[in-house]
């Protein structure tokens, strides 16, 4: 799992301002159509990843070549979700990608239930069709 931090170096909040946070929580589950595409995508976003150390590029392609799921960890980035929400500053992101068996008849995966209900505040929207 990685852990990023954006604070605001330059101190350019109004400190009288009042701040609020918010939590946006989203859950994806991703069908791998093409390992191979991935895995190439994932490997030409490591090799032009400036931040990643040379000392640990050898073990992040063998990762990526390995496990879809490393692969997806290297192209998914929380902070390309809202670079462009106006209005907003992103403080903290965290994210982790990981194998699962996934069985849309179940009812475990019914991330949608509370949130028809209207019961939900959390905004959840009804799954695409």
Do not use: C, K, N
């Not at 595409?37 to 990643?52: F, G, I, K, Q, T």
């Not at 990762?63 to 462009?84: G, I, K, T, Y």
Request: charged share 30%; proline share 6%.
């Amino acid at each position: 799992m990685s852990t990023h931090h954006a604070q605001d170096p330059a101190g350019t909040r109004d400190e009288d301002a009042t701040v609020r946070h918010v939590r946006l929580q989203v859950e994806l589950v991703l069908e791998i159509t093409d390992a191979s595409l991935l895995a190439a995508a994932a490997l030409d976003r490591l090799a032009a990843d400036p931040a990643v150390p040379q000392a640990e590029r050898g073990h992040a392609r063998e990762a990526v070549q390995r496990d879809e799921a490393e692969a997806l960890a290297h192209l998914v980035d929380p902070f390309d979700l809202v670079a462009a929400v106006p209005g907003v500053e992103l403080v903290q992101a965290s994210w982790s990608s990981a194998h699962t068996d996934y069985d849309p008849a179940d009812e475990e995966w019914d991330l949608y239930d509370d949130a028809v209900g209207g019961e939900d505040d959390e905004g959840g929207l009804p799954p695409a069709r």
